[in-house]
DNA sequence: CTTCCACCGGAAGTACCGGTAA
DNA sequence: TTACCGGTACTTCCGGTGGAAG
């Protein structure tokens, strides 16, 4: 049994080392967090930054910072890109200088951000337990005896304060007023404008004393970013420009999303090697565009708590019959569902919410509808592209 | 013009959990 | 050990609402 399964694991790393062509030289760079030395058309943006913060190699603080782009618009690599470059500068000039990366999609509360920032600067902050105006304190006094000047970035900031509100944002603009010997500004990244308005007037003319915007690309640039890149991570005999261009025109149909792009094509590589087809064609990337969908939406039910599934599947079986749900058709299906289980069935408030939850997830589209007479209520569908995912993994 | 449906979604509160500090 | 902290996952309560029907 144990010779056998090992035999097994000779035959896949055989196999893997005896291919002929491999596909990848370096499949690292075309990882979403790679931060590449070029970052073609963003010269702009990159221009843009550099002389915002460059006063910071004088030792001057420089101006708060909102950043505003689609999602995959180089936003957070030409901010880290930029930042690292003044870090190398300041290390030269011996100029006090660190900064902090938050994404607030990772660390989503107000204590792992804080954490986070005080850990940035050296600061062994534990993962639960103290106070977040503790933490802040020990930052605050961190700072102030380091004496240097701190950037914090804070990484799709939108949706923290859309669910924790601003009261945060307020008190880091402000933590100079606390500083003695130290300085520290803010730079928010957002992909979302309206985000601006609900913000603290406060709050909004300090964090957008300067604004950067960021445009899609277009295919044509979207293509060039893939075609430079994929210069560095694939073997120059498996991939063709023609393949490039098509994953670029996928790609940029999709609002210009660079991250998306460079997904494409990565799965498409994988598709090929694991075919071991020598080069990477057009139906790998078509292949991949659905792969990357199919294992997303797994991923996201597997994760699901019990009662979400529940919910999901009550969803399901009636759109299947009507094509559409209601909240309270939901709930009565799945509160028969959970009885069935011998589980105590949530109440409806909580229902909606997770319902709201699961569009969120993007699983099903749920949207608030009046109908008159008939009442208000979500009207629940289930996008096209993914139904057939959520069936199959609901039935495991 | 008013009624009234079938929910929406904010607010406040509770229980519990994993953790720290003293 | 005990007091406390923040986060999650709910519940309870309730005012609010757009528009078809009357």
């Not at 499949?27 to 910071?56: G, Q, T, W």
């Not at 660079?258 to 087809?277: F, N, P, Q």
């Not at 529940?310 to 309270?328: F, H, M, N, P, Q």
Request: glycine residues 6%; hydrophobic residues 40%; charged residues 30%.
């Amino acid at each position: 049994m144990f010779c056998l399964s090992k035999d097994v694991l000779e035959k896949v790393i055989e196999s893997r080392l005896a291919k002929k062509v491999r596909i990848f030289v370096d499949k690292e760079k075309l990882h979403p967090d790679y931060i590449p030395e070029k970052l073609p058309h963003r010269e702009k943006e990159i221009e843009r930054i550099a002389s915002i913060l460059v006063p910071i190699l004088e030792g001057v603080r420089p101006s708060n910072v909102l950043i505003y782009g689609l999602t995959g618009t180089g936003k957070t690599a030409v901010t880290l890109f930029t930042l690292r470059w003044l870090e190398e500068k300041a290390k030269k000039l011996a100029t006090k200088f660190k900064y902090a990366y938050v994404n607030t999609r990772k660390a989503d509360t107000t204590y792992r951000i804080i954490s986070e920032i005080a850990r940035s600067i050296g600061l062994r902050i534990p993962q639960t337990g103290i106070a977040i105006a503790e933490v802040y304190r020990r930052y605050v006094e961190a700072l102030n005896s380091w004496g240097g000047i701190h950037v914090m970035v804070l990484d799709e900031v939108d949706y923290y304060v859309k669910r924790h509100g601003d009261d945060l944002l307020y008190k880091l603009v402000r933590v100079n007023e606390e500083l003695k010997h130290a300085k520290a500004s803010l730079i928010g990244v957002t992909n979302d404008i309206n985000f601006i308005e609900g913000l603290d007037p406060r709050v909004r003319s300090s964090l957008g004393e300067v604004e950067v915007v960021f445009p899609p690309y277009n295919a044509e640039q979207l293509e060039d970013i893939l075609q430079e890149r994929a210069k560095l991570a694939f073997n120059p005999l498996a991939i063709t420009p023609e393949v490039i261009k098509y994953a670029a025109a996928l790609a940029a149909r999709e609002h210009g999303d660079a991250r998306r792009a460079l997904d494409l094509l990565r799965i498409a590589g994988e598709i090929a090697e694991r075919l071991e087809d020598p080069i990477v064609a057009i139906d790998h990337v078509k292949q991949a565009l659905l792969e990357i969908e199919h294992g997303r939406v797994k991923q996201v039910i597997s994760s699901l708590p019990l009662h979400s599934k529940l919910v999901l599947k009550a969803i399901v079986t009636i759109v299947g019959e009507k094509g559409s749900a209601t909240t309270g058709e939901t709930f009565n299906t799945y509160v028969k569902m959970a009885k069935e289980m011998r589980v105590e069935p949530l109440t409806q408030r909580r229902i909606s919410e997770i319902v709201s939850e699961l569009d969120m997830l993007g699983l099903v589209n749920a949207v608030v509808v009046n109908r008159g007479r008939y009442g208000k209520t979500k009207v629940i569908k289930i996008p096209e592209l993914v139904i057939n995912t959520i069936t199959d993994c609901l039935n495991t």
